[in-house]
């Protein structure tokens, strides 16, 4: 499973560092700590015995991300290490920062639902003569289970989502308002950062295409490699067509084409994807204030109707004594 972004945001600032100080990479690996304990041991080994860096880093799949082990593996090709290093550390540190505001958000709605979940069913519980003493207890629990088991399901869905490689996560999420503007724009600062890191490590282009559609794991991006798989035979230049492209954007095709007929191609696409970065936070940021919300409302919609319908029974108890 990969590291959290906060572990990686650390260990890749502080292999820039020693990187740039001209410390070699198997030396600097070992003084930046190991985020994956006996992994990265393994890994510092191999590296010191002589093995190749492409085949270490390829075998940290369980807890370097897919398109961290591609960028590094580009960028060492090329002498460009230290600076993807110091990219991927700032990347992490703003996932790192997002994910902890989203907690922070997430934290007081799902306190409040679990503690209704607990009221809610003992205000239907509650016998007016007997108050609580016959509570049933192993019932009780059965009914707040079947109130917070969903919430978590749906919870635990989007983790092991989150954790695939597949383009599962960005389906789940295209179903819901918000959620969908998010998967886009992170799909799209996905895809531009590894274009751009691909071709500023000089890979040929229909190979920097395809790395960067499996990089977004969004399925309509995954296949523009493969209807650009015309164009690159011929030896053509993608700005030819990319027009026709339905799931790109404008901004990226101008982008794009600004690029390649500057030769800042690799920037352009670089700069591209931090601007859907801050898309895709924002989207994410007003989501998790929205879904709340409607939690909330919905929480708060129960407790009025079990209120009401507890004083109804009451009301209705007195009535009893009267006649």
Same mark, same amino acid.
């Given at each position: ?15 820039a ?12 690996w ?8 006996k ?9 010191q ?15 370097l991300?897919?398109?961290d ?12 290490l ?6 991927l550390?700032e ?5 790192a ?23 809610l069913?003992?205000i ?17 629990v ?5 109130? &917070? ?45 590894m274009?751009?890191?691909?071709v ?20 309509p991006? &995954? ?11 011929d ?17 990226? &095709?101008?982008y ?21 970065t ?9 989501a ?6 409607i ?5 708060a ?23």
């Open positions: 499973m990969p590291s959290n972004s906060k572990t990686l945001s650390d260990w890749y600032l502080q292999m560092q020693h990187l740039e100080a001209g410390i070699p990479i198997a030396n600097a070992s003084l930046s700590g190991k985020p994956a304990g992994a990265c041991q393994r890994a510092v080994a191999d590296l015995s002589g093995s190749d860096l492409a085949d270490v880093i390829e075998r940290q799949s369980n807890w991300p897919t398109t082990r591609v960028q590094i593996i580009f960028a060492a090709n090329r002498g460009q230290p600076e993807t290093c110091r990219r550390a990347r992490h540190r703003q996932l920062e997002m994910t902890v505001r989203i907690k922070k958000k997430l934290l007081y709605p799902i306190f409040v639902f679990h503690g209704v979940a607990v009221v069913p003992l239907h519980m509650l016998n007016f003569e007997t108050g609580l003493s016959e509570l049933d207890f192993k019932l009780l059965t009914q707040v289970l079947l109130l &917070i088991m969903p919430i978590w399901l749906i919870i635990g869905i989007l983790y092991l989502a989150s954790k695939t490689t597949r383009p599962l996560l960005s389906a789940l999420l295209c179903c819901a308002p918000y959620l969908r503007g998010y998967a886009y724009n992170q799909a799209m600062a996905d895809f531009c950062e274009l751009g890191s691909a500023g490590a000089g890979l040929p282009l229909h190979e920097a295409w395809r790395q960067a559609g499996k990089a977004s794991r969004y399925t991006l &995954i296949k523009t490699g493969k209807e650009l798989e015309a164009v690159f035979r030896g053509r230049d993608p700005t030819e067509v990319i027009d026709r492209i339905r799931c790109l954007p404008k901004d990226f &095709i101008s794009y084409k600004t690029g390649s007929t500057t030769g800042k191609l690799d920037q352009m696409m670089l700069q591209l994807g931090r601007d859907y801050e898309k895709a936070q924002r989207k994410l940021s007003t998790t204030a929205f879904y709340p919300g939690a909330l409302l919905s929480v919609g129960l407790v009025v109707y079990s209120v009401f319908g507890f004083f109804s029974n009451y009301l209705d108890l007195l009535d009893s004594f009267k006649q």
